[in-house]
């Protein structure tokens, strides 16, 4: 589902020069927020004059863009909205430093110091199984290709066993987000991982970047869960023109928004052969998005009766959303809310405007009113839903009991909770989005495994 945290932090045009007393401002500087967060700042200076920077978590893959950057001779400061943060620090001469306070629901110190190249590198965490990817020559062939959609043109990689075929195939969906075809997120390469093991299990995959996305042609601002839709079946048509491919043996696998994209493709194609849910939602997207954001907010340690008051305001508001047809009444609404909330307490001040941006586009206005049942109901094929214990942006709890509902006349259902796993399907302590990143591990080998084992006793 939407990610309501990211990776680095964007590019951001700074419209004044850091002071001369930081010697030279382009170039890298690093700290720990309150001794513990490792943080990297980039600046550089573009051809017309003014500067740009980039502030990142290596550790935790945060993204957002720097705002109301101001600095002076001694002094620097900037905000980020949408994480309810801010910094302000006074060049220390003596350590050669940024000396500052990082804001984000309490101050922690942070001190930022000239960084070199090397110990940057060091901030980034491993990821081993896409480093064992890269490291020896692959026992299978890989192919770009391209292929149509309704209003798009998308690129991808269709990654085939060794030998003469045809070969049984799925079609990876991706999650939520402008996601390439390997699913970059908090520095992991899921859909890579996860084709690079069933291709090498004897199954073709086409991965493909979303419509406006990297190599693909299109207009993701715009596009909505129905447009990802029509794009993954169209990938499905795709593989039924390729003679390496069994075409009475194509499935699809699809993680988190994914997850509800491929019944709803297989509901309306009878075709296809069989479907993986990967963390796919059970539930009303406007449902699902509450709870996803209570959870964030525990996570977040914010105390139990500010969570409660959250979960109120969230359900009013996003009910308000789906029940106003003209958008700009709906901004309107959304904005009246949250601003009494802010008033009132119950919401950090500064947030209305971009969560107002936020659920009011196209994407989750259509998310919010999306019902997964229908198509769970209406498809007869084989089907595997996988949910990690952990997940905290697509409960189990919540998801697989409307699943096992919607799926009780199917006799070909799997179902299988995963102890242990979160979201992404790693291994995790907690589950929380924080800890994304800073995992090693990209893809559980029981998860990959039982995907696979799956998806090979179909196709046999």
């Known amino acids: ?38 943080v990297v700042l980039n600046v550089s200076k573009a051809d017309n004059g003014s500067w740009q920077a980039t502030f990142a978590s290596p550790s935790q893959g945060f993204s957002t863009t720097v705002e109301q950057f101001a600095s002076d001779a001694t002094h620097l400061s900037f905000s980020i ?117 069933l291709t090498r299990q004897g199954i073709a995959v086409l991965r493909y970047d979303k419509r406006g996305v990297g190599e693909s042609r299109g207009d993701y601002a715009s596009a909505t869960t129905l447009d990802f839709a029509d794009d993954a079946q169209a990938a499905v048509a795709f593989l039924r023109t ?106 950090p001040h500064g947030v209305a405007a971009p969560m107002v941006k936020q659920f009011t586009n196209p994407w989750f206005r259509t998310f919010f009113k999306l019902e997964p049942g229908p198509a769970l109901r209406a498809m007869d094929q084989p089907v595997l839903v996988l949910n990690g214990e952990l997940d905290r942006q697509v409960p189990p709890k919540l998801d697989l009991d409307a699943i096992r509902t919607a799926l009780a006349s199917n006799p070909r259902a799997v179902i299988r909770e995963l102890p242990k796993l979160n979201h992404l399907f790693q291994t995790a302590t907690t589950g929380a989005a924080s800890e994304y990143a800073q995992i090693e591990e990209t893809l559980a080998p029981s998860a990959l495994a039982l995907t696979g084992d799956w998806i090979r006793s179909q196709v046999q």
Not at 14 to 26: F, N, R, S, V, Y
Not at 95 to 107: I, L
Not at 302 to 324: H, T, W
């Open 81 to 197: 909205a949408r994480l309810n943060a801010s910094y302000k620090a006074t060049w220390d001469e003596q350590a050669r430093a940024w000396a500052g306070s990082w804001t984000q629901g309490r101050a922690a110190p942070l001190n930022l110091k000239r960084a070199s190249a090397a110990s940057v590198a060091s901030l980034q965490p491993r990821r081993p199984q896409e480093e064992s990817i890269v490291a020896t020559a692959l026992p299978y062939d890989s192919r770009e290709v391209r292929f149509a959609s309704a209003g798009a043109t998308l690129a991808g990689s269709l990654t085939l066993p060794k030998g003469a075929g045809p070969w049984p195939a799925v079609v990876l969906v991706h999650g939520s987000g402008p996601n390439t075809r390997d699913q970059d997120v908090f520095g992991h390469k899921v859909l890579l991982v996860l084709a690079d093991y």
């Open 1 to 38: 589902m939407k990610k309501m945290v990211g990776g680095l932090l964007a590019m951001a045009a700074i419209g004044t020069a850091l002071p001369a007393c930081a010697e030279d401002a382009q170039g890298q500087w690093s700290g720990a927020i309150g001794g513990e967060l490792a």
């Open 242 to 347: 390729r003679p390496e491919i069994e075409t009475r043996r194509i499935g699809m696998v699809g993680h988190s928004e994914g997850g509800l994209i491929a019944p709803m493709v297989a509901a309306r194609d009878p075709q296809v052969g069989f479907v993986v849910m990967m963390a796919g939602p059970g539930v009303r997207g406007e449902l699902l998005m509450v709870e996803q954001m209570a959870l964030s907010a525990e996570a977040a340690g914010i105390a139990a009766d500010r969570v409660a008051g959250q979960r109120k305001l969230y359900q009013a508001l996003f009910a308000a959303i789906v029940a106003e047809p003209d958008v700009e009444q709906a901004r309107r609404k959304a904005t009246a809310m949250l601003q009494r909330a802010e008033d009132d307490g119950v919401m």
